[in-house]
T-cell receptor, first 115, second 114 residues
Framework: AQTVTQSQPEMSVQEAETVTLSCTYD???????LFWYKQPPSRQMILVIR??????QNATENRFSVNFQKAAKSFSLKISDSQLGDAAMYFC????????????FGQGTRLTINP | EPEATQTPSHQVTQMGQEVILRCVPI?????FYWYRQILGQKVEFLVS????????KSEIFDDQFSVERPDGSNFTLKIRSTKLEDSAMYFC????????????FGSGTRLTVV
């Protein structure tokens, strides 16, 4: 079974600075997708960024980018120019490209933005 | 991006009572899911539903739980006899078949069992 590990329960960063959230995963599959979800205090789950495992190029979405290292099974999220609205829980998630496509989540990292 | 609609947003129920959580997924989506998140913990998969049947379920999804899509639009999760430990946020989600994209999650239902 696949597992996802986020080793940083909490992170903090000064506003306008850059922060990187770590995620590692374990799988024997070669084709899969990886995601970062943001959960603000409202507890809604918001997709931040996604990465297809077959793509070598790292995904970017405005201030959000990932460092995908397939051999190392690592998928970190970099947030540039941090804003107060970025404060939230961030979850890394894995999804197989085959089968019922359930998401397997990590434990989450609580990100605090200091003004 | 549109999201699935979940009702109610918050439900309080007495232990032992039945509850039905409702979701209206995105109209052209084909796979449907329920997840739960106990306060302060990670999001856990409960069940996936495709073509009017369960395609996968987790160990959490025991005989107390059931899902159905009664009218082709609503997607419901029923808990027959609630326990205190069922208190959690419940999220429905949906996506297109074989879509490389992440799910569209609903806004969640907070269930409190007292």
């Amino acid at each position: 079974a696949q597992t996802v590990t986020q080793s940083q329960p909490e992170m903090s960063v000064q506003e306008a600075e850059t922060v990187t959230l770590s995620c590692t995963y374990d799988t024997s599959e070669s084709d899969y997708y990886l995601f970062w979800y943001k959960q603000p205090p409202s507890r809604q789950m918001i997709l931040v960024i996604r990465q297809e495992a077959y793509k070598q190029q790292n995904a970017t979405e405005n201030r959000f980018s990932v460092n995908f290292q397939k051999a190392a099974k690592s998928f970190s999220l970099k947030i540039s120019d941090s804003q107060l609205g970025d404060a939230a829980m961030y979850f890394c998630a894995y999804r197989s490209a085959q089968g019922a496509q359930k998401l397997v989540f990590g434990q989450g990292t609580r990100l605090t933005i200091n003004p | 991006e549109p999201e699935a609609t979940q009702t109610p947003s918050h439900q309080v129920t007495q232990m032992g009572q039945e509850v039905i959580l409702r979701c209206v997924p995105i109209s052209n989506h084909l796979y449907f899911y329920w997840y739960r998140q106990i306060l302060g913990q990670k999001v856990e998969f409960l069940v996936s539903f495709y073509n009017n049947e369960i395609s996968e379920k987790s160990e959490i999804f025991d005989d107390q739980f059931s899902v159905e899509r009664p009218d082709g639009s609503n997607f419901t999760l029923k808990i027959r006899s609630t326990k205190l430990e069922d208190s959690a946020m419940y999220f429905c989600a949906s996506n297109l078949l074989d879509s490389p994209y992440g799910y569209t999650f609903g806004s969640g239902t907070r269930l409190t069992v007292v």
